[in-house]
C-alpha cells in the first residue's frame, strides 16, 4: 500500500513539474533558424523570391481580448498548465495583442492550384506562426494564430477572422480528433472585442462582425503548396523546394531518413504523403466529412485534416453536396463523391512539383501515385465494413444502401447508428415497429414522407439481405453492435448546431458552445442524457440555407 501511494505521488509530482507557465513553453523555433527567410521584414503585402517564409508580427487589434474557449487536451500536448488559460494575458497573448517569449513569429510563403487552376503565390494570409513548441516527451507542436492581421502574403485581405468561422474551426479540429480522424489542433479561441467587415456571401451586402482568433496547433502547417514554388525548374526555386523537403524529412519522417540513403529518401517521402492522404480520405468519406475547399495550399504534408474554412458533415446522404457555395457554382469539384479523387489529384500536382525540382523521377513517382486507389479502397472498405457490423466488405450489400439513403434522403450519421442497435433475427422487429415496417431506430434516421410503399420495400429488402449476412457469420448482436458503434460516431459538428453556438456566442452567451463541445467529446458515447437536438438533422427552414448549411470562404 505505501509503495502504490509513493509511486502515486510521484507520478503526480511529474506531471505538475511538466506543466509549464505560459512565459516558459519551451520554444526551439526549427522552422525559422534551418530555412531560408524572406530578408525582408515587416507586414506589407509584397511578392516574396527565393524564400520560404516571412519575419512577422501580429497586429492587436483594437478592442479588449477575451478567452471564449481553451482545450485541455492540447494543453496537456503542449505542457501548459490549463489554469494559464484563465489568465487575462492568455486572451492577449492568443489575440496577436501581446508577444510570447520564446516565439519567433513568421507567415510561410507557398504557392497553390485552387479549384484546379494554378493561383500564384499565396501563403498564410491570415495565419502568423508564433513558433514550435516542445514537450517533455520530445513531441514538437507549432502554435499558429489565425486572424492575427496581415502578412505579406494577405493580397487584398485585412488578415482578420471573425468569430463564426473562427468558432466553427475551433469546434471541428476538437471534433475531428475525438473522431479519431489525423488533423490540426485548436488550444483557444478568444474574441478580440473588435469588428470586422465581411461580405459573407461576395453579393455587396457587407457587415460588421465580431472578430475572433482561433490558435491552431499541429507537428507542422507546412502543406503541398510549399512545393509548389513559381519557378517551374528554376534552379534558385528547386534548390528551395529540396531544402524544404530536407526539412520536413529530418524533423517529421526520421524513419525515412533513416532508411533510405542519398536521394532515395524522397521518392519513399512523396509515397508515405500519398498513402496517409488516401487512408484521410477514406476516413472523411466514413464520418461523412466533406471539406469544401480541398485546393493544394489546404493539404497537409503530413496526412492531417487542414484548413477548416466551408465545410461540413452529411445530414441527408448526398453524394453530390458541397457545404461551400462557391464550389457548387463552380462545378461541385469539392463535394463528397469528388473528395477521393480531388486528394489524389493533388498528390499529383505535388509530385509535379518535386519532379520539376529534381527530386524524384516520372516513373517512380507514377508508381507511388498508383498505389494511392489501392490504400483508399483498402482503408474505406475496411470503415464500411465495421459501420455495417460485417467481418469483410460486401459491395453489393455497401452499394445498395448507400442508393437507398440517397433516394430516401436519410441522414447519415443516424442512418450507421440505428443500424448498430437492430438485432440479426427478423423477429425483432415486431418488439419495435416503426414507419414502414422498419426498426423504429432505422425509420427514425429517413424522412416519414420520403419513405413510399416501394422504398419501404425496397429497404425492407436490404435488411432482410444484411440481416441474412449477419446471421451467417454468427457474431452475438451485443458484440456486432458495440463494435458498429466504435465505428460510427453518435455526434458530429452539424451545421446548424454550429450556427446556433455562433449566435449565442455574437449575444455573450457561451453555454451553446459549451455543451455543444461536451457532446462532441465523446462522439461514439451513447450518452442517454444528451439533448435530442444533437442527433437530429437540420430543421427544414435551415435545410440547406446560406450561411447554416452553405457556406462561403468568407472568413
Known amino acids: 500500500m505505501a509503495r502504490g501511494m509513493t509511486t502515486i505521488a510521484a507520478a503526480a509530482a511529474d506531471v505538475k513539474t511538466s506543466q509549464r507557465t505560459l512565459e516558459s513553453l519551451n520554444f526551439d523555433n526549427t522552422f525559422v533558424r534551418e530555412l531560408p527567410a524572406d530578408p525582408e521584414r515587416g507586414n506589407a503585402l509584397r511578392q516574396v523570391s527565393c524564400a520560404l517564409y516571412s519575419r512577422v508580427s501580429p497586429t492587436p487589434a483594437a478592442g479588449e481580448p477575451r478567452t471564449l474557449a481553451y482545450s485541455r487536451q492540447v494543453c496537456e500536448l503542449l ?7 484563465e489568465r487575462p494575458e492568455f486572451a492577449l497573448v492568443m489575440a496577436g495583442a501581446a508577444p510570447l517569449p520564446g516565439s519567433d ?22 495565419a502568423i506562426t508564433l513558433g514550435e513548441v516542445v514537450n517533455s516527451k520530445g513531441g514538437r507542436w507549432e502554435l499558429q494564430l489565425k486572424g492575427a492581421g496581415r502578412t505579406p502574403y494577405s493580397r487584398r485581405a485585412d488578415g482578420r477572422a471573425v468569430l463564426r468561422s473562427s468558432l466553427r474551426e475551433y469546434v471541428a479540429s476538437e471534433a475531428m480528433a475525438a473522431l479519431g480522424v489525423p488533423t490540426t489542433r485548436a488550444l483557444s479561441l478568444v474574441s478580440t472585442g473588435d469588428s470586422v467587415m465581411r461580405d459573407m456571401f461576395y453579393n455587396g451586402d457587407a457587415k460588421y462582425e465580431p472578430g475572433a482568433v482561433v490558435c491552431r496547433v499541429a507537428p507542422s502547417f507546412v502543406r503541398f503548396g510549399t512545393f509548389h514554388g513559381p519557378g517551374n525548374g528554376e534552379e534558385m526555386e528547386s534548390l528551395l523546394v529540396r531544402r524544404a523537403a530536407d526539412y520536413v524529412i529530418h524533423n517529421h519522417y526520421p524513419e525515412i531518413e533513416a532508411e533510405h540513403a542519398g536521394d532515395a529518401k524522397y521518392l519513399a517521402w512523396f509515397r508515405e504523403i500519398t498513402l496517409r492522404t488516401a487512408r484521410l480520405a477514406a476516413a472523411w468519406q466514413s464520418v461523412g466529412f466533406v471539406h469544401g ?17 466551408p465545410f461540413g458533415w452529411l445530414d441527408k446522404f448526398d453524394p453530390y453536396w458541397s457545404p461551400n457555395l462557391t464550389d457548387i457554382q463552380s462545378g461541385r469539384r469539392y463535394c463528397y463523391r469528388n473528395q477521393p479523387e480531388v486528394c489524389q489529384w493533388n498528390c499529383a500536382q505535388l509530385a509535379n512539383s518535386l519532379l520539376a525540382a529534381g527530386l524524384v523521377e516520372k516513373e517512380e513517382a507514377e508508381e507511388a501515385l498508383g498505389e494511392y486507389a489501392a490504400v483508399l479502397l483498402r482503408d474505406y472498405n475496411a470503415r464500411m465494413a465495421a459501420k455495417m457490423g460485417l467481418r469483410e466488405y460486401d459491395k453489393t450489400l455497401a452499394l445498395e444502401l448507400l442508393k437507398l439513403m440517397y433516394e430516401t434522403e436519410a441522414d447519415f450519421t443516424n442512418t450507421f447508428r440505428a443500424l448498430a442497435s437492430i438485432p440479426a433475427s427478423d423477429d425483432a422487429d415486431a418488439q419495435q415497429p416503426g414507419a414502414g415496417g422498419l426498426p423504429a431506430a432505422l425509420a427514425a434516421a429517413i424522412p416519414a414522407e420520403k419513405l413510399t410503399e416501394e422504398l419501404a420495400a425496397a429497404w425492407r429488402a436490404w435488411l432482410g439481405a444484411w440481416r441474412a449476412k449477419l446471421r451467417a457469420e454468427g457474431e452475438p448482436d451485443a458484440e456486432r453492435w458495440g463494435a458498429m458503434r466504435r465505428a460510427s460516431p453518435k455526434f458530429v459538428p452539424r451545421q446548424h448546431l454550429l450556427q446556433g453556438a455562433i449566435e449565442a456566442a455574437e449575444r455573450g452567451e457561451l453555454g451553446e458552445l459549451e455543451a455543444l463541445l461536451d457532446v462532441l467529446s465523446t462522439p461514439y458515447d451513447d450518452r442517454p442524457d444528451a439533448d435530442p437536438k444533437y442527433t437530429a438533422p437540420p430543421p427544414k427552414e435551415l435545410d440547406n440555407k446560406p450561411g447554416v448549411c452553405l457556406l462561403s470562404c468568407s472568413s
Not at 105 to 126: M, T
Not at 293 to 309: A, E, K, Q, R
Open 105 to 126: 513569429p513568421y507567415a510561410a510563403r507557398y504557392y497553390g492550384f485552387q479549384f484546379g487552376q494554378w493561383a500564384g503565390q499565396l501563403g498564410d494570409g491570415r
Open 293 to 309: 475547399v480541398l485546393n493544394t495550399d489546404n493539404m497537409s504534408i503530413l496526412g492531417l485534416t487542414i484548413d477548416f474554412g
Open 79 to 85: 505542457d501548459l498548465d490549463p489554469t494559464e488559460c
